[in-house]
């Protein structure tokens, strides 16, 4: 018996946590929309400073992005696939959020 044995049982490991196992994926839904709520704001009140486009560009791809989550939370089968790929969304919502936020930000500054 070796010690990766005991590791599957083990509820603590990020990979068997409820949230990417047996979850129905509504949490990363509401999560994910409230995520995407305070960057679409952030984003829009950018929208008129440079550099041109980055704002906007943000703005819809965190839209699109959840727009995605959704179907794959209603076309996909329950399962570890259906929620990896919602947190793999969410994750990107996050980071072109942020990533175009501080672009926007560091350019206003600048």
């Known amino acids: 018996m070796s010690y990766l044995d005991d590791d599957e049982d083990d509820p603590t490991l990020m990979r068997n946590q409820a949230s990417l196992t047996t979850s129905s ?5 509401l999560l994910g929309g409230l ?3 305070i960057s679409a704001v952030v984003l829009a009140f950018e929208l008129p400073l440079e550099p041109a486009g980055v ?3 943000g703005l819809v791809a965190v839209l699109v ?3 995605a989550m959704m179907v794959v939370r209603f ?8 929620l990896g790929v919602l947190a ?3 994750i990107a919502i996050a980071v072109i959020g942020l990533g175009s936020v501080v672009v926007v930000a560091a350019a206003a500054y600048s």
Request: aromatic letters at 12%.
């Open 55 to 57: 704002a906007l560009f």
């Open 88 to 90: 793999a969304l969410m």
């Open 25 to 29: 994926g509504r949490i990363w839904l």
């Open 75 to 82: 076309t996909t089968q329950p399962g570890r696939l259906r």
């Open 35 to 37: 995520l995407t709520l």
């Open 65 to 67: 992005l959840y727009a």
